[in-house]
C-alpha cells in the first residue's frame, strides 16, 4: 500500500511559472525522497530530506518536510518544458522500504 | 558507470508462459529492489535484497512470482505460469545504503495477452 499521497495528481502550468507539489504520509519517517519520471523512463533520484530536517535546497527544487502535519512540499522555480514528467515522493521508515505516492505530473507549456 | 541495466525493455508473451526479466546493479551496490509499477496500483515493491540476500518479499503477490540474486552483479525476477493481470512495467532499482536514494533501471514493459 502507499504510504505517500502527492497532491495534486495532475497540474499545468505556463513556463516560467512556479509549480508545488504536495505529499501526505501516514507513518513515522526515516527521511522523505523525492522522484521524477520522465514518460517512459526510469525514475531519476531528484531530494534527499532527513526527518530531523525542515528545508533543503538543490538548484531550483526547494522541498519542505513538516513531521508534525506528516506532510512534505516540492517546489520548482522558473519551470521549463523540460520539466514536464510525473513527480514522486516516498518514504522511508524503520522497516527500510521506499514506499512511492501515486505522483503528480507536472505539464510545462512553452 | 553504465547504471542499472535491466532486459529485456520490453517483452510481449501469452498467458501461461514463463516469464524471466533481468537486472544488473550498479557495481558496489548492495542493496537490490524490484518494483512493479501499473496505472492502478502505482509503485509497488515486491522484493529486496541486501548482499544477495532476499531482506522482505511481502510484496510479491503470488507464489507464480519468484526472484533470485545468485551474486552481487545479477538478479532475476521469474513469473511462472504468466496472466494478464501481470501486465506492467517492472523496475531493477539498486541503492549503496539501505535508507538512501535508489537508482532504477529504465524498466521492463511486459505484456501478456
Known amino acids: 500500500s502507499q504510504q505517500g499521497e502527492e497532491d495534486p495528481q495532475a497540474l499545468s502550468i505556463q513556463e516560467g511559472e512556479n509549480a508545488t507539489m504536495n505529499c501526505s504520509y501516514k507513518?513515522?519517517?526515516?527521511?522523505l525522497q523525492w522522484y521524477r519520471q520522465n514518460s517512459g523512463r526510469g525514475l531519476v533520484h531528484l531530494i534527499l530530506?532527513?526527518?530531523?530536517?525542515r528545508e533543503k535546497h538543490s538548484g531550483r527544487l526547494r522541498v519542505t518536510l513538516d513531521t508534525s502535519k506528516k506532510s512534505s512540499s516540492l517546489l520548482i522555480t522558473a519551470s521549463r518544458a523540460a520539466d514536464t514528467a510525473s513527480y514522486f515522493c516516498a518514504t522511508i521508515g524503520s522497516n527500510y522500504k521506499l514506499t512511492f505516492g501515486k505522483g503528480t505530473l507536472l505539464t510545462v507549456n512553452p | 558507470d553504465a547504471g542499472v541495466i535491466q532486459s529485456p525493455r520490453h517483452e510481449v508473451t501469452e498467458m501461461g508462459q514463463e516469464v524471466t526479466l533481468r537486472c544488473k546493479p550498479i557495481s558496489g551496490h548492495d542493496y537490490l529492489f524490484w518494483y512493479r509499477q501499473t496505472m492502478m496500483r502505482g509503485l509497488e515493491l515486491l522484493i529486496y535484497f541486501n548482499n544477495n540476500v532476499p531482506i522482505d518479499d511481502s510484496g510479491m503477490p503470488e507464489d507464480r512470482f519468484s526472484a533470485k540474486m545468485p551474486n552481487a552483479s545479477f538478479s532475476t525476477l521469474k513469473i511462472q505460469p504468466s496472466e494478464p493481470r501481470d501486465s506492467a512495467v517492472y523496475f531493477c532499482a539498486s541503492s549503496p545504503y539501505g535508507t538512501g536514494e535508489l537508482f532504477f533501471g529504465e524498466g521492463s514493459r511486459l505484456t501478456v495477452l
Open positions: 530530506i532527513r526527518s530531523n530536517e
Open positions: 507513518t513515522s519517517i526515516n527521511n
